[in-house]
């Protein structure tokens, strides 16, 4: 693998080794504060050194963080920012919050993480917005089908004030969530064996009548049927073989998801349609967030905050310079090891997409659901004011330009 890895020189077998001594957290914050390569020396003197810094003192609270399938490795594939979140809630606290991250789908998976968050079991949880709409429908808010035109408009939302009555306060009301922060995609295509040998997609006809995995979101399982692109429930740990085999022919999620997932062996086009958000992010407990001091609760909103910054500059970096979705594409990220050519269609095909499915433009289709979401929002039309302030920024402007907020202070 030529991608960098920091890690790659250190078995798995040793990192375990290290986390029997020390914890998988000490192990993990300590493997993810490195910059460079690493050695397995140096990195079990920054993990005993990390241990000793988080044991000082005794904690007040310790918050289980169940990160799916989220490890150090591949944190730094979709940089969806937990492991910084952790550390600098750690550091800003001075230790009176102690974070033990359980990634690697070991206490809880994408499915299942948001349930476990609601069930006290875990406190914070990492997991996409999408599938975890199955425990908090109110996520599906997020999934209106072309109502952001660009990563820019997603992060301008998440940094704006007006995201707390459309997105945060009725999803903490509703179901006792309190959203953090995210990482900030837009979904796609991802065509797996039967498109190897067929042309770079450039229309959005050549789509037409594909059968694709569809995730949780029930909004966007309504823009694949307007479509045309047969959605089909399928488990995330069939996806990979029904790529491979063809048994589907693709699998909606976006570029750096397939990345961090090992798609990319089975993916042959990633086809960049930017139909519907693809946001993986991290909420906590409303419950255990009111359990805590005053000076606790600004603490985890000031380490969110600086996720958020974090996650919006690292990310796009990595799109490019890790997974390899751009034109060129960049020589030893992981979609040209793999071959996985980057389908970018023209504004036209586009907005042809955006006139089939949209509310904007079929508004009969997303009628049940968005009377639905609205009356769980308190009578706002979520759709309209979601719309409304994804375009106060230019469709254009770059995701890494757009001026980071606190969005709990007007």
Same mark, same amino acid.
């Given at each position: 693998?030529?991608?960098?890895?920091?890690?790659?020189?250190?078995?798995?077998?040793?990192?375990?080794?290290?986390?029997?001594?020390?914890?998988?957290?000490?192990?993990?914050?300590?493997?993810?504060?490195?910059?460079?390569?690493?050695?397995?020396?140096?990195?079990?003197?920054?993990v005993?050194s990390?241990?000793?810094?988080?044991?000082?003192?005794?904690?007040?609270?310790?918050?289980?963080?169940?990160?799916?399938?989220?490890?150090?490795?591949?944190?730094?594939?979709?940089?969806?920012?937990?492991?910084?979140?952790?550390?600098?809630?750690?550091?800003?606290?001075?230790?009176?919050?102690?974070?033990?991250?359980?990634?690697?789908?070991?206490?809880?998976?994408?499915?299942?993480?948001?349930?476990?968050?609601?069930?006290?079991?875990?406190?914070?949880?990492?997991?996409?917005?999408?599938?975890?709409?199955?425990?908090?429908?109110?996520?599906?808010?997020?999934?209106?089908?072309?109502?952001?035109?660009?990563?820019?408009?997603?992060?301008?939302f998440l940094?704006?004030?007006? =995201?707390?009555?459309?997105?945060?306060?009725?999803?903490?009301?509703?179901h006792?969530? @309190?959203?953090?922060? =995210? /990482?900030?995609?837009?979904?796609?295509l991802?065509?797996?064996?039967?498109?190897?040998?067929?042309?770079?997609?450039? @229309?959005?006809?050549?789509?037409?009548g594909?059968?694709?995995?569809?995730?949780?979101?029930?909004?966007?399982?309504?823009?694949?049927?307007?479509?045309?692109?047969n959605?089909?429930?399928?488990?995330?740990?069939?996806?990979?073989?029904?790529?491979?085999t063809?048994?589907?022919?693709?699998?909606?999620?976006?570029?750096?998801?397939?990345?961090?997932?090992?798609?990319?062996?089975?993916?042959?086009?990633?086809?960049?349609? @930017?139909?519907?958000?693809?946001?993986?992010?991290? =909420?906590?407990s409303?419950?255990?967030?009111?359990?805590?001091?005053?000076?606790?609760?600004?603490?985890?909103?000031?380490?969110?905050?600086?996720?958020?910054?974090?996650?919006?500059?690292?990310?796009?970096?990595?799109?490019v310079?890790?997974?390899?979705?751009?034109?060129?594409?960049?020589?030893?990220?992981?979609?040209?090891?793999?071959?996985?050519?980057?389908?970018?269609?023209?504004?036209?095909?586009?907005?042809?997409?955006?006139?089939?499915?949209?509310?904007?433009?079929?508004?009969?289709?997303?009628?049940?659901?968005?009377?639905?979401?609205?009356?769980?929002?308190?009578?706002?039309?979520?759709?309209?004011?979601? /719309?409304?302030?994804?375009?106060?920024?230019?469709?254009?402007?770059?995701?890494?330009?757009?001026?980071?907020?606190?969005?709990?202070?007007?």
């Open positions: 693998m030529k991608v960098t890895d920091k890690l790659s020189g250190i078995s798995r077998r040793d990192l375990f080794k290290l986390a029997g001594r020390y914890g998988m957290s000490s192990t993990l914050l300590a493997a993810g504060a490195f910059t460079g390569t690493v050695t397995l020396p140096s990195l079990a003197k920054a005993e990390t241990y000793d810094k988080r044991y000082k003192k005794e904690a007040k609270h310790v918050l289980k963080f169940g990160a799916s399938g989220f490890n150090a490795r591949n944190l730094l594939i979709e940089r969806a920012g937990c492991l910084e979140f952790a550390r600098d809630l750690e550091s800003r606290t001075d230790g009176e919050i102690r974070v033990e991250f359980i990634g690697d789908n070991q206490i809880c998976g994408q499915l299942s993480c948001v349930e476990k968050t609601q069930n006290g079991i875990v406190d914070i949880y990492a997991a996409s917005t999408q599938n975890s709409a199955g425990g908090a429908p109110y996520l599906n808010v997020l999934d209106y089908a072309y109502v952001f035109p660009g990563r820019a408009s997603q992060y301008h940094y704006s004030p007006e =995201s707390n009555k459309i997105l945060r306060e009725p999803l903490e009301k509703r006792g969530l @309190k959203f953090l922060f =995210s /990482h900030c995609e837009l979904r796609g991802q065509m797996g064996s039967n498109f190897k040998d067929k042309p770079t997609v450039s @229309k959005l006809e050549e789509l037409f594909t059968k694709n995995r569809v995730t949780g979101t029930q909004l966007g399982r309504i823009a694949m049927q307007l479509l045309n692109l959605p089909v429930p399928v488990a995330w740990e069939e996806t990979l073989d029904g790529l491979k063809g048994l589907i022919d693709g699998a909606e999620t976006w570029a750096s998801a397939v990345a961090y997932a090992n798609m990319s062996p089975v993916v042959s086009q990633s086809v960049d349609l @930017k139909f519907f958000c693809g946001t993986e992010h991290t =909420s906590m409303a419950k255990v967030f009111d359990s805590l001091d005053g000076h606790l609760q600004d603490a985890v909103m000031e380490s969110s905050y600086l996720a958020q910054v974090h996650v919006q500059a690292a990310n796009e970096a990595a799109l310079k890790t997974v390899g979705q751009s034109d060129p594409q960049l020589p030893d990220t992981i979609f040209a090891q793999h071959g996985v050519r980057n389908a970018f269609l023209a504004d036209d095909q586009i907005k042809m997409a955006e006139e089939m499915c949209s509310p904007e433009f079929q508004p009969a289709a997303w009628e049940q659901w968005r009377e639905r979401i609205n009356k769980w929002a308190g009578g706002m039309d979520t759709y309209t004011e979601l /719309h409304r302030v994804a375009r106060e920024v230019p469709a254009d402007m770059k995701p890494e330009n757009v001026e980071p907020r606190r969005w709990w202070k007007d």
